[in-house]
């Protein structure tokens, strides 16, 4: 996993430069001491990452030893179908590449807070840290209460670091404990006022060093980093491939440099919104035009289209649709196709059966279903690359009944 800087997150140009939130403001909104419940304050702390550069630190159950990075804390979104071990959950990200970055779920539990018994003076404890029969897994065992030099302290188990160190504490993935007193926090203890500024921050490393003895309980608490929780999820392996999906697009995202100006970027969306708004005009008269025509009375103009209409009113010589033959003010007049077959059949009949009729009941053209199609479209123009086409003698003959010389019934059955 590569170490990242924060620079490199967020590109040549970070997002969050001008939004540097000083520490006493953020730990009256993610400190110990607030009284929101730990999962609203889950959700909180995910909707402030989207202004403020969030960089927060845990010890994991998993690696007792270190202190992981976890940045910018997202709610993953709940999509169109649910997935219970995601929706909803809040996932830091370890790594600063959004194609290697691990996501890491935050549970209520880590920013519970919790008392612990550590070292009043931070150098002291470090300075143990260096004393193998001090160390379990590299945290210092538990103090006695009764100790010279031990403090009750509440800090919450996930910290959110200051925001105007993120840049350098987020250097790394993991650092070890003794590591991170001596990059963050031994250097800058000469340093007139600030151990006072950073309580909160020295105090949260004191518990993090700290190791508790196991519980009998009730509850049963078992030996392990003070600080420690759980982040292990049981996911699917379509989840799990969600989940990373998801990860590579949030930090792509997050990743993405911002313009110098934002003239472009104001430009780009004052003609998006006008694009949008001509198509929701022309959508909105599209449909009150279908709405339009859906109100009138079932007619041939209805059915087949106002063009079709035209055509069809020229080639049977009537000026209104009023006027049109029996027959295709009939087919205007069906909601459904299948009702169609009948109406043309029963007119090919009438007209086969009168005396005047070219052709009887034995050789009249049978409606076949390519003739129905053109029938029913009123193709009635062949082309000249397709004799096939349209209400001609070949048509008839070859498609109607191949022995029948007569196509005039057609014309006949249309016109009359």
């Given at each position: 996993m590569s170490s990242q800087t924060l620079s490199t997150i967020m590109g040549s140009a970070p997002v969050w430069d001008n939004y540097v939130v000083p520490f006493n403001q953020l730990l009256n909104v993610t400190g110990p001491l607030v009284a929101t419940p730990p999962d609203q304050l889950l959700q909180h702390l995910a909707q402030l990452s989207l202004e403020t550069p969030i960089v927060m630190g845990a010890v994991l159950h998993d690696d007792p030893e270190n202190i992981t990075?976890?940045?910018?804390?997202?709610?993953y979104p709940r999509g169109v179908v649910a997935q219970a071990n995601l929706d909803g959950n809040i996932y830091g990200f370890v790594g600063g590449s959004a194609t290697d970055a691990v996501p890491v779920h935050i549970p209520a539990a880590g920013l519970a807070p919790v008392a612990v018994t550590s070292h009043r003076d931070p150098a002291t404890l470090?300075?143990?840290?260096?004393?193998?029969?001090?160390?379990?897994?590299?945290?210092?065992?538990?103090?006695?209460?009764?100790?010279?030099?031990?403090?009750?302290?509440?800090?919450?188990?996930?910290?959110v670091f200051p925001t105007e160190m993120a840049a350098v504490i987020q250097a790394q993935a993991v650092y070890s404990?003794?590591?991170?007193?001596?990059?963050?926090?031994?250097?800058?203890?000469?340093?007139?006022?600030?151990?006072?500024?950073?309580?909160?921050?020295?105090?949260?490393?004191?518990?993090?060093?700290?190791?508790?003895?196991?519980?009998?309980?009730?509850?049963?608490?078992?030996?392990?980093?003070?600080?420690?929780?759980?982040?292990?999820?049981?996911l699917t392996v379509?989840?799990?491939?969600?989940?990373?999906?998801?990860?590579?697009?949030?930090?792509?995202?997050?990743?993405?440099?911002?313009p110098d100006t934002v003239a472009p970027i104001v430009a780009s969306i004052n003609n998006l919104c006008q694009d949008l708004t001509t198509i929701n005009a022309d959508c909105r008269e599209e449909e009150e035009e279908k709405a339009r025509?859906?109100?009138?009375?079932?007619?041939?103009?209805?059915?087949?289209?106002?063009?079709?209409?035209e055509e069809v009113m020229r080639y049977v010589e009537v000026d209104?649709?009023?006027?049109?033959?029996?027959?295709?003010?009939?087919?205007?007049?069906?909601t459904k196709q299948a009702n169609d077959h009948v109406a043309i059949r029963s007119a090919i009949d009438i007209r086969a059966s009168e005396n005047i009729c070219v052709a009887n009941q034995w050789s009249k053209p049978v409606l076949t279903a390519s003739l129905l199609v053109i029938f029913r479209e009123h193709r009635l123009i062949a082309t000249?690359?397709?004799?096939?086409?349209?209400?001609?003698?070949?048509?008839?003959?070859?498609?109607?009944?191949?022995?029948?010389?007569w196509s005039s019934i057609y014309s006949s059955v249309i016109k009359e």
């Open positions: 990075i976890l940045n910018v804390p997202r709610a470090r300075t143990e840290l260096n004393t193998p029969a001090n160390v379990i897994d590299g945290l210092r065992i538990p103090i006695a209460a009764a100790h010279a030099n031990a403090q009750a302290l509440t800090v919450q188990r996930a910290m404990i003794p590591q991170f007193y001596d990059l963050f926090i031994g250097p800058n203890m000469a340093t007139p006022g600030w151990a006072v500024t950073y309580e909160e921050f020295i105090q949260w490393w004191c518990c993090a060093a700290m190791r508790v003895a196991a519980v009998v309980g009730p509850p049963a608490v078992p030996a392990g980093p003070a600080l420690g929780f759980a982040t292990q999820q049981v379509p989840q799990q491939r969600l989940l990373n999906n998801w990860t590579r697009r949030t930090l792509s995202l997050v990743t993405s440099k911002v025509i859906a109100a009138l009375p079932q007619s041939f103009a209805k059915r087949f289209g106002i063009p079709v209409c209104s649709m009023d006027n049109l033959p029996p027959l295709l003010k009939t087919l205007g007049s069906h000249g690359d397709n004799y096939g086409e349209g209400f001609t003698p070949f048509t008839i003959t070859c498609a109607g009944r191949r022995i029948c010389p």
